[in-house]
């Protein structure tokens, strides 16, 4: 009669890790994009933090409907990012352009990680604080976003519009303004916030259909559509919150 308990607690155990064994695949990709970094395949490498953005908030929603949540997969979904979305993304802004002038470029960086670094701590600390009132949103640019827009330069030349290598000074000032923007205290949207009318269903799912359509024979053209869309829209939110704070 004991072994059947002993069976359950080891199924519900493995069922347990699944939302961990999500993050520990992010961190995976994170550390395989270093590595592709390394011997020059930019684009391999890009495609792997874009991937582990992708299943960032999967751990999340896993240990949230199997009732998994945990201090370890919270404190491990946090380093993770930091990986992901600071240290790799920056080895590969360096590698990709800011190499020409190491001491520049590397401060660029520096900067850009350390940002991510202490946003995913202010994040941390503040896991259990009540909610922003009114809509849902996310203070400053969250980690995994940042490093998209981090990226743009290099979606923009992998698409063939810019070689953002010619202009290491201005992708250099970008990664910067992504940095501020992580640690700011600017109000961002949140897919949360996001709410699709009924009669706008038909839309949305051709939307979709066209994104997936994108996905496959444009991938770049589509980052860059998706990168520049969120800089439009940060770009409005941070000129309301100091329109606001000048108000107030």
Not at 50 to 79: K, M, P, Q, T, W
Request: hydrophobic content about 55%.
């Amino acid at each position: 009669m004991s072994v059947e308990p002993q069976k359950k607690r080891d199924s519900l155990s493995l069922i347990l890790m699944l939302p961990n064994m999500v993050t520990i695949l992010g961190l995976c990709a994170g550390l395989t994009s270093i590595r592709f970094v390394l011997v020059g395949r930019y684009d391999i490498a890009a495609a792997l933090i874009i991937f582990a953005a992708l299943i960032d908030g999967l751990d999340g929603l896993l240990a949230r409907r199997l009732n998994a949540a945990s201090d370890i997969g919270g404190e491990l979904d946090s380093l993770s990012d930091f990986l992901c979305f600071g240290v790799a993304p920056g080895i590969l802004v360096f590698q990709f352009a800011l190499s020409r002038d190491f001491t520049t470029g590397w401060m660029f960086v520096l900067i850009y990680v350390c940002c991510a670094c202490l946003r995913l701590a202010r994040f941390n600390v503040s896991r259990d604080d009540p909610a922003p009132t009114g809509k849902p949103h996310f203070v400053g640019v969250p980690a995994p976003a940042g490093a998209m827009l981090a990226l743009l330069p290099l979606f923009l030349t992998q698409q063939g519009a810019i070689d953002a290598r010619d202009y290491p000074e201005v992708f250099g000032i970008w990664i910067v303004i992504v940095a501020w923007l992580m640690v700011s205290k600017v109000p961002t949207i949140s897919s949360k916030a996001i709410r699709v009318p009924r009669e706008w269903q038909l839309v949305v799912l051709l939307a979709g259909a066209v994104v997936v359509g994108l996905m496959v024979t444009r991938f770049w053209l589509l980052l860059v559509i998706l990168d520049l869309a969120y800089a439009a829209v940060t770009v409005v939110a941070v000129v309301r919150h100091f329109r606001a704070r000048r108000a107030g």
